[in-house]
């Protein structure tokens, strides 16, 4: 059925086909009208599930975590200062091997107060132990989330199925809903490889020895290197099932591009219309557009990356002393005297518009310098304001 929905919604939709059983959040914006529907879905019989009101997002995972230990499908969502409450938390769903599964609506942090998109909420959070996906419209976020069970549950790992603020979350457009008969082909009945169980009693994360600590974390890492490749043959079933695909990577005209952005988010489709634009104009450019951030998919980079001379990282988000993110860890995975010259730029946080024109003057700028500046560019910055 295609429905017009707000990226929130399309997120509620794909956590009610997915039979979630326990729900807990806390509300804090934009993350909030996720939650709503489904305490609604709860309600109204829609969903067979128990929605846990706490109050904290500390709290809300660490009854997440309570729920996926007993055995049962569970689901939050946060955004912001509640993510990084939740901090702690993640580190004990992860360690604990918990296939939780959270929306996460990218929101600055303060101060000073800013409710708009900054991704640096999600990626400060990148050596939790959690898979990132990052989304760029509804249909992606109702499919992603749906993949995410699907791919948490073989893991046992947990995963943030990540959104932009307002540009996402707040945004309608028409999204494919699939048929819950169709979903429960394609996402079975969850059944945990351990439980809590009062007719086999253990205990569960105790203390960890120190002959067996750094096994126990060389196994969550064993797991994130065997993720793309079960992402991947799971996403070929989806494509099956549903007819849309998105891959680690999601390529646009980089085939013979010398100069190649890569952004993650709703950044992209603005990206890929100045690819377009570029093109008309005679240009070799292309788009690369990060999906999966953790684990990082390198070698789906450096295949995607192989023809271009200049590559563009538009970064929503800064590691304050190192500069974008994105830029960082693309740099690291293509290290080497064949990689391409990477320039780093960080723009459009707070919510600060990225438009065509951005990503234009960004193609100009790398297109005519010869090497790239050492650090990150910051783009459209009142430069006025700060010797102010």
């Not at 909030?32 to 109204?44: G, P, R, S």
């Not at 960082?328 to 946080?349: D, I, R």
Request: net charge negative.
């Amino acid at each position: 059925m295609r429905e017009v929905l707000e990226g929130s919604q399309a997120v509620a939709e794909a956590v009610r086909l997915a039979r979630v059983k326990v729900i807990s959040a806390y509300p804090i914006t934009p993350q909030t009208h996720i939650v709503e529907e489904l305490a609604k879905y709860c309600a109204d019989g829609s969903l067979d599930g128990r929605f846990i009101c706490v109050e904290s997002e500390h709290s809300a995972m660490a009854s997440v975590i309570g729920a996926e230990s007993g055995g049962v499908r569970s689901f939050t969502a946060s955004s912001s200062h509640g993510l990084a409450l939740m901090h702690e938390m993640l580190h004990w769903a992860a360690g604990a091997r918990l296939p939780i599964v959270m929306a996460e609506v990218n929101r600055a942090l303060g101060p000073g107060w800013n409710l708009w998109v900054d991704q640096t909420d999600s990626l400060s959070q990148r050596d939790t132990g959690w898979l990132q996906f990052y989304c760029s419209d509804g249909q992606e976020a109702l499919d992603t989330t749906l993949l995410a069970y699907r791919l948490a549950e073989i893991l046992n790992l947990p995963i943030m199925v990540v959104m932009d603020a307002f540009f996402l979350s707040h945004t309608y457009e028409p999204v494919d809903v699939p048929s819950q008969a169709d979903v429960d082909a394609f996402l079975p009945p969850y059944e945990p490889k351990f439980l809590m169980d009062t007719k086999n009693p253990y205990a569960l994360d105790e203390v960890a020895p120190i002959n067996v600590y750094m096994e126990m974390r060389r196994s969550i890492q064993m797991a994130m290197e065997a993720a793309p490749g079960i992402y991947q043959a799971i996403e070929d079933e989806f494509y099956t099932r549903f007819g849309r695909r998105y891959g680690l990577v999601e390529p646009y005209r980089c085939e013979d591009a010398d100069i190649v952005f890569v952004t993650a988010g709703t950044a992209a489709a603005t990206a890929r219309v100045a690819v377009d634009t570029l093109r008309a104009k005679g240009e070799r450019v292309g788009l690369l557009r990060l999906r999966m951030f953790r684990p990082f998919p390198a070698e789906a980079f450096r295949l995607g990356l192989a023809h271009a001379k200049k590559v563009i990282v538009l970064d929503r988000n800064c590691s304050f002393g190192a500069g974008g993110v994105f830029a960082q860890e693309l740099k690291a995975a293509l290290y080497g005297p064949e990689a391409p010259k990477l320039y780093s730029y960080v723009a459009g946080m707070g919510g600060r518009d990225v438009t065509v024109d951005t990503f234009s003057e960004l193609f100009t700028m790398t297109r005519d310098q010869d090497e790239p500046p050492l650090g990150s560019v910051w783009y459209g910055v009142n430069e006025e304001m700060l010797r102010s």
